[in-house]
């Protein structure tokens, strides 16, 4: 019986003292990175769509493999560990260029708006035309321009009821009217 579990013991105390693992030089490790560099590349501007943060993109990524390379374990697979270091970067940029662009609208609902505060360039027509919608705007009877303007302001309808002691229905009504009149009023910029 001792000697059945012996066996296996000593096979195994063998194998071990006879074969060695080497481990991957510092120069084999960079040289497999740099033979990968067309496949990185090429699996960058699939997640990107765009050459150039392509190219910044596979910066990172050998910058970053490099920086940790102690944690890669020897001969197991480079490729799928380097490709899986680019994609949480690139996951991990979107997410940081996602929150860059979010504006926290800070009212009571916190609603999460994604647009961004430029607005670009502003050609001369649009002031003008800017210029003739304010003036049809102001055009309008108190009771048709003040909640038409409270609910541009980004008011809601409840509020614009709350403040002007109006039912919700009628504030409705009343802003759909508005809209009516202000395309006929402006019916020439309609296209």
């Known amino acids: 019986m001792y000697f059945k579990i012996l066996i296996p013991f000593y096979i195994l105390l063998y194998l071990h003292q006879t074969i060695?693992?080497?481990?991957?030089?510092?120069?084999?490790?960079?040289?497999?990175?740099?033979?990968?560099?067309?496949?990185?590349?090429?699996?960058?501007?699939?997640?990107?769509s765009d050459r150039d943060t392509a190219l910044?993109?596979?910066?990172?990524?050998?910058?970053?493999?490099?920086?940790?390379?102690?944690?890669?374990?020897?001969?197991?697979?480079?490729k799928a560990w380097v490709f899986t270091i680019m994609k949480n970067t690139f996951i991990n940029n979107y997410r940081r260029n996602i929150k860059e662009n979010t504006i926290i609208d800070g009212t009571k609902d916190l609603y999460y708006i994604n647009?961004?505060?430029?607005?670009g360039f502003i050609s001369p027509e649009s002031n003008y035309a800017e210029g003739e919608i304010e003036k049809a705007i102001d055009s309008l009877s108190d009771e048709f321009r003040i909640p038409f303007k409270m609910h541009v302001e980004g008011f809601k309808y409840h509020e614009i009821a709350e403040k002007l002691g109006l039912k919700i229905g009628t504030v409705k009504s009343r802003i759909f009217f508005t809209r009516q009149k202000l395309m006929h009023i402006l019916k020439d910029y309609n296209s």
């Open 20 to 48: 060695k693992i080497k481990t991957m030089t510092p120069y084999e490790f960079n040289q497999n990175l740099i033979d990968m560099k067309s496949n990185l590349q090429r699996f960058a501007v699939s997640l990107t």
């Open 56 to 78: 910044d993109l596979v910066q990172d990524t050998y910058l970053k493999a490099i920086t940790y390379k102690d944690k890669f374990v020897d001969y197991t697979n480079l």
């Open 115 to 119: 647009t961004s505060s430029d607005r």
